[in-house]
């Protein structure tokens, strides 16, 4: 068993323990791999709910040395992050990228970039602008991420419909073109956990048109020891959930 998608209190709303009681409670729990992947920092930290930018290299070096002071599980370090092209362009995820030891980029698109001269974000619009149009925005977000080669997986492509109540066709058509897109560039769908788990973002309808055969991954988004302990004894029950095993 794998546990991946696991944040530490750098991100200012997970558990304020050391990352070395995750890696002891997967331990416990069997697991043969951990991976971390917490919210990445931007420079000039523009965003909340976050890592600092000057708490990246501790990160980093942090989880580096428990790896060598674990054999019996694999401890992976990556870093979850949104795709914005205002920091693509300025080389900001060629920059993650080229870090030693950081082994993945999690696109998790939380947010979007609205406009570009200055750039805005979708967390400035307002309530019903969101609920109207936010999905279109994220799912535009992530087919920009998919195609710049940056990414690893996608975390949680259904919670982008997390403001809508009612399914339409187009809701249908966008989630088509992200599970076409990343199926395309070889990355897996993460069947995040905590969505079932919390009834925040999880949309079955998306899971539904998801095709028998495509690389899906399996995410425990645990910001908290317990988090992670829950959703492993609840695991098939809530993967059953997504109906596409």
Same mark, same amino acid.
């Given at each position: 068993?794998?546990?991946?998608?696991?944040?530490?209190?750098?991100?200012?709303?997970?558990?304020?323990?050391?990352?070395?009681?995750?890696?002891?409670?997967?331990?416990?729990?069997?697991?043969?791999?951990?991976?971390?992947?917490?919210?990445?920092?931007?420079?000039?930290?523009?965003?909340?709910?976050?890592?600092?930018?000057?708490?990246?290299?501790?990160?980093?070096?942090? !989880?580096?040395?428990?790896?060598?002071?674990?054999?019996?599980?694999? =401890?992976?370090? /990556?870093?979850? %992050?949104? $795709? #914005?092209?205002?920091?693509?362009?300025?080389?900001?995820?060629?920059?993650?990228?080229?870090?030693?030891?950081?082994?993945?980029?999690?696109?998790?698109?939380?947010?979007?970039?609205?406009?570009?001269?200055?750039?805005?974000?979708?967390?400035?619009?307002?309530?019903?602008? !969101?609920?109207?149009?936010?999905?279109?925005?994220?799912?535009?977000? =992530?087919?920009? /991420?998919?195609? %710049?080669? $940056? #990414?690893?997986?996608?975390?949680?492509?259904?919670?982008?419909?997390?403001?809508?109540?009612?399914?339409?066709?187009?809701?249908?058509?966008?989630?088509?073109?992200?599970?076409?897109?990343?199926?395309?560039?070889?990355?897996?769908?993460?069947?995040?956990?905590?969505?079932?788990?919390?009834?925040?973002?999880?949309?079955?309808?998306?899971?539904?048109?998801?095709?028998?055969?495509?690389?899906?991954?399996?995410?425990?988004?645990?910001?908290?020891?317990?988090?992670?302990?829950?959703?492993?004894?609840?695991?098939?029950?809530?993967?059953?959930?997504?109906?596409?095993?």
């Amino acid at each position: 068993m794998k546990i991946f998608h696991v944040h530490t209190y750098r991100c200012g709303h997970a558990e304020n323990v050391p990352d070395e009681a995750y890696v002891k409670a997967a331990t416990e729990l069997g697991a043969s791999d951990i991976w971390f992947t917490d919210h990445a920092p931007f420079p000039g930290d523009p965003f909340g709910s976050r890592m600092r930018y000057k708490e990246l290299d501790e990160y980093i070096s942090t !989880l580096s040395a428990l790896k060598k002071k674990y054999s019996s599980i694999n =401890i992976h370090i /990556g870093l979850e %992050t949104e $795709y #914005f092209p205002y920091f693509d362009k300025a080389g900001y995820y060629a920059e993650l990228r080229s870090i030693p030891g950081l082994e993945l980029l999690l696109l998790g698109q939380h947010m979007a970039q609205i406009s570009s001269d200055p750039p805005a974000y979708s967390f400035s619009m307002s309530r019903e602008e !969101l609920e109207e149009t936010e999905y279109r925005h994220l799912a535009k977000a =992530i087919m920009q /991420g998919i195609g %710049t080669g $940056y #990414f690893g997986a996608v975390a949680h492509p259904d919670r982008i419909f997390r403001r809508i109540r009612e399914w339409t066709d187009d809701m249908a058509e966008v989630s088509r073109e992200i599970i076409t897109a990343a199926a395309e560039a070889g990355l897996p769908l993460e069947r995040n956990l905590s969505s079932p788990d919390t009834n925040y973002g999880f949309t079955p309808e998306f899971w539904k048109l998801v095709p028998a055969g495509t690389e899906l991954i399996t995410g425990y988004d645990a910001h908290c020891i317990s988090d992670m302990i829950s959703r492993t004894e609840k695991r098939e029950d809530l993967l059953a959930l997504f109906g596409c095993m």
